[in-house]
């Protein structure tokens, strides 16, 4: 009876946990697509935790579909929105704000490598912090046709989905209580995220 019972507490928690968590993090996703500001990556580490223990079968695998989804529909709609500011006379505040998170550095070794490597650049830049709008702005001022980016950019929003969870799979596997998971997560998210960038600075410094 006591078995029956915890099941019959789970299984609506866990869809009312399901009908609010996906939508949100699509939202989420897709927003700090287009506005680099959200910690997108720990997000889906995050869901990737909840996901990790619950005992609905595919919750996991929704997680994916939800979070590459959004990452591949965010990239598309931003770089859209970054060609129709380059065929503009005053450009639109959207290229400006790719601009703004380009160094001109960053930007020079991304047309560089682009030119070399092609599309597995592209698919590189969603795994290097920081690395995915210099690609981008490069491949507008390569004037790739939608499509050409679109195909490239599927393959790194499918693996940077993939390399998230699993960081998130990794939390949850470690601890019983899934908040401590999630802690975990984030932290090994911000770190990964962190010291490639830290490693640039020192090295500019010296």
């Not at 709609?77 to 060609?83: A, C, E, I, P, V």
């Not at 590189?124 to 790739?144: D, I, T």
């Amino acid at each position: 009876m006591t078995v029956l019972a915890t099941a019959a507490t789970t299984v609506p928690y866990e869809s009312t946990q399901q009908a609010i968590g996906y939508p949100t993090l699509f939202l989420l996703v897709l927003i700090g697509a287009l506005v680099p500001v959200i910690p997108t990556g720990a997000l889906v580490s995050s869901a990737a935790v909840v996901a990790f223990h619950q005992t609905a079968p595919f919750s996991l695998a929704l997680v994916f579909v939800t979070a590459s989804t959004a990452a591949f529909l965010g990239d598309a709609t931003l770089y859209w929105l970054g060609r129709r500011g380059m065929r503009s006379k005053n450009g639109s505040r959207w290229l400006e704000a790719i601009r703004s998170r380009a160094p001109e550095e960053r930007l020079t070794q991304a047309q560089e490598k682009l030119a070399e490597h092609g599309v597995a650049v592209l698919v590189l830049s969603r795994l290097v912090p920081a690395g995915r709008l210099p690609v981008m702005l490069a491949c507008l001022l390569a004037k790739w046709p939608m499509r050409r980016f679109a195909r490239g950019n599927l393959p790194a929003c499918l693996a940077w989905a993939v390399t998230y969870q699993l960081i998130g799979i990794l939390g949850g596997s470690l601890f019983d209580e899934p908040w401590e998971g999630v802690v975990a997560a984030v932290a090994l998210t911000l770190v990964i995220s962190g010291v490639p960038i830290l490693w640039r600075r020192i090295r500019s410094a010296r």
